[in-house]
């Protein structure tokens, strides 16, 4: 992990890092701040090209396989409406495309729902001459 100075898209109060997954640089912004140097981060890479800065490096690579993430979603015990995931555990299945994302429209009705979270990419990256996962 490597910090990186402010530039003018950092989300106000973040501190911006780069982490080097394999030949992969991957931009992450965080509210707090790390120290640099190896270590172990677990959390969700979405791919936001608009959050990084302009000259982050592009890395190119092929699709090799797809899955679409599934969580059961449930009503947030407060009663506000608001919906959150029943657990942090997910259901993976492989496709060859992407959908829209709930099965059933959230109501009274029904109190739990599954839900398309997001997309697992396996990735060859052209660099590396192996593979990746998203």
């Given at each position: 992990m490597t910090p990186l100075p402010l530039w003018e898209g950092l989300s106000l109060?973040?501190?911006a890092y780069r982490l080097d997954i394999g030949p992969v640089p991957v931009y992450c912004e965080w509210?707090?701040?790390m120290d640099p140097g190896?270590?172990?981060?677990t959390g969700v890479l979405s791919v936001d090209t608009y959050r990084a800065p302009p000259d982050w490096p592009e890395i190119k690579g092929l699709v090799v396989?797809?899955?679409t993430e599934h969580r059961w979603c449930v009503q947030d015990s407060a009663g506000d409406g608001t919906w959150v995931f029943e657990s942090s555990s997910a259901r993976y299945e492989e496709v060859e495309r992407c959908g829209v994302g709930r099965q059933v429209a959230p109501?009274?009705?029904h109190p739990r729902t599954?839900?398309?979270t997001g997309v697992l990419l396996e990735?060859?990256?052209?660099?590396?001459?192996g593979s990746f996962l998203a």
């Amino acid at each position: 992990m490597t910090p990186l100075p402010l530039w003018e898209g950092l989300s106000l109060g973040y501190h911006a890092y780069r982490l080097d997954i394999g030949p992969v640089p991957v931009y992450c912004e965080w509210p707090e701040q790390m120290d640099p140097g190896p270590g172990v981060v677990t959390g969700v890479l979405s791919v936001d090209t608009y959050r990084a800065p302009p000259d982050w490096p592009e890395i190119k690579g092929l699709v090799v396989r797809m899955w679409t993430e599934h969580r059961w979603c449930v009503q947030d015990s407060a009663g506000d409406g608001t919906w959150v995931f029943e657990s942090s555990s997910a259901r993976y299945e492989e496709v060859e495309r992407c959908g829209v994302g709930r099965q059933v429209a959230p109501t009274a009705e029904h109190p739990r729902t599954e839900e398309f979270t997001g997309v697992l990419l396996e990735i060859d990256v052209d660099l590396a001459g192996g593979s990746f996962l998203a």
